[in-house]
């Protein structure tokens, strides 16, 4: 709090009002009125860094999403979020690369090269370290035993090292990670070792046999170091995708080689959901479906003492909050698990002037099934026929529950058209739907949205 001891009066000036809505104006004992406001310098001042702002993001836009990230690297959820805005402007980030990253985030042509300085559990130490040994091998590290032998690992410690290998910084060296996990602890003891011998100024008679002259010999004292008697640990499978995806997400913010959701972006499209992205096109408690990925969920006890939830879930195109009030809590709890990859519907609602989204009813992606249904162009002309199929379907649905989309294959000669029925169509159980269409004379079969491989 400031007090105020004199009070002088010096005329009228202009000034900008901040738009507060209401009881922003105080009497002053001398009947004189303060408003809460800016002068004319104060917002030129702001309204001048907006322009330059906006005119760097505009014609500059890799270098100023680059100075962006730079700036957040020690926040994931904004460096998250400027991914996404990097994504919306076409603008790749590129993976972190121990050979080509530096400590901040790097604007290349077209793209951005992830900084090692957001990286977690990597510090400033073993950044320095890092780039101090690139530096003494031309920027081109060849393989893990070949980083080892070159690093402090006093600074760069095992911990250090994993967390390169789980982000995908060291994929150039070797393309499975977990190989490099299971080699990691072997290859850090083989490169104490080599660097004892080389502190007390000893060599293996070994490495000396695998020379043909004295200066190779020499050579090998000073930089050169034999990789034949590296150890290695039995050959293991790379992790899972899912795995990969999950360990980039936790250290980098965001992922890196995929995001899950993108193999299934297309066959979700016949669901006709729309992506997180588009939410704000979206009316205040209209219905909305759209394929997500739990990120993280949020379970809390109200006054009631009834359970509900809050998650947050994200898409391709972004991340929003899910509520999940306890109407619905109970039958929906069991798909509340973070990766679950989810069809949700739900009413887009605000709170705190942020866009969410009031969640009715949640299915596994993978368990999500629809009604395949064949005419033929003679059949799709043919009133009777249409309304002999309109009046099936209408039984078997209901407003409120149908979630099984209907989709028609329209063949003519040798073309096949896929056409998606409206939801006043979808039916609420896809084995009832098949079994009446097929009584009344239609060829139908029921199919996974997403086909497992």
């Known amino acids: 709090m400031v007090k105020i001891i004199s009070r002088k009066y010096l005329g009228s000036e202009k000034v900008y009002d901040m738009g507060v809505a209401k009881d922003h104006n105080f009497l002053l004992a001398n009947g004189l009125i303060a408003s809460n406001c800016f002068n004319k310098s104060h917002s030129t001042a702001y309204a001048y860094v907006t322009y330059q702002t906006a005119y760097l993001k505009a014609n500059y836009p890799v270098e100023y999403m680059s100075a962006l990230l730079s700036a957040s690297s020690g926040n994931k959820e904004k460096i998250a979020r400027y991914q996404e805005n990097c994504q919306r402007m076409n603008i790749p980030v590129k993976p972190p690369n121990l050979n080509l ?15 090692l300085s957001a990286i977690q559990n990597l510090g400033d ?83 000396l046999f695998n020379h043909n002259s004295p200066t190779e010999i020499q050579e090998n004292n000073d930089h050169k170091i034999n990789f034949d008697d590296v150890p290695s640990a039995p050959p293991v499978a790379d992790f899972s995708l899912e795995e990969k995806l999950k360990n980039e997400k936790e250290l980098l ?73 306890p109407s619905v809590y109970e039958a929906l709890e069991p798909l509340l698990q973070e990766n679950n990859r989810l069809i949700l519907w739900g009413k887009v609602d605000k709170r705190e002037d942020k866009l969410q989204l009031i969640v009715e009813n949640l299915e596994i992606v993978e368990n999500v099934q629809m009604v395949m249904i064949e005419l033929s162009y003679k059949q799709a002309i043919d009133p009777s026929v249409i309304e002999n199929l309109k009046r099936t379907l209408q039984e078997n649905s209901d407003p409120q529950n149908a979630k099984v989309p209907v989709i028609t294959i329209l063949r003519e000669g040798n073309n096949c058209h896929f056409i998606r029925f409206g939801k006043e169509f979808w039916v609420t159980n896809a084995p009832s739907a098949v079994d009446s269409l097929q009584r009344n004379n239609f060829r139908v079969h029921a199919t996974s949205l997403i086909k497992e491989n």
């Open 101 to 115: 990253s530096q400590v901040e985030f790097t604007p290349l042509k077209n793209s951005i090269l992830y900084g």
């Open 253 to 325: 913010g965001f992922y890196i080689s995929e995001h899950p959701l993108q193999a299934i972006q297309k066959a979700a499209k016949l669901l006709s959901p729309i992506n997180l992205n588009q939410l704000e096109d979206q009316k205040l408690r209209s219905h909305v479906s759209t394929v997500v990925i739990i990120n993280a969920v949020k379970k809390i006890i109200t006054k009631k003492g009834d359970p509900m939830a809050f998650i947050t879930v994200e898409d391709i195109s972004g991340e929003t909050e899910g509520v999940i009030f």
């Open 125 to 207: 130490g073993a950044i320095e370290s890092l780039l101090k040994a690139r530096e003494e091998v031309a920027g081109k590290f060849t393989s893990l035993p070949h980083l080892c032998s070159h690093i402090d690992l006093r600074v760069v410690n095992r911990r250090a090292l994993e967390t390169l290998i789980l982000c995908g910084a060291l994929d150039t060296l070797h393309p499975n990670r977990q190989q490099m996990i299971k080699d990691l602890d072997l290859i850090i003891g083989w490169a104490h070792n080599k660097a004892k011998d080389k502190e007390s100024g000893q060599t293996n008679i070994f490495d």
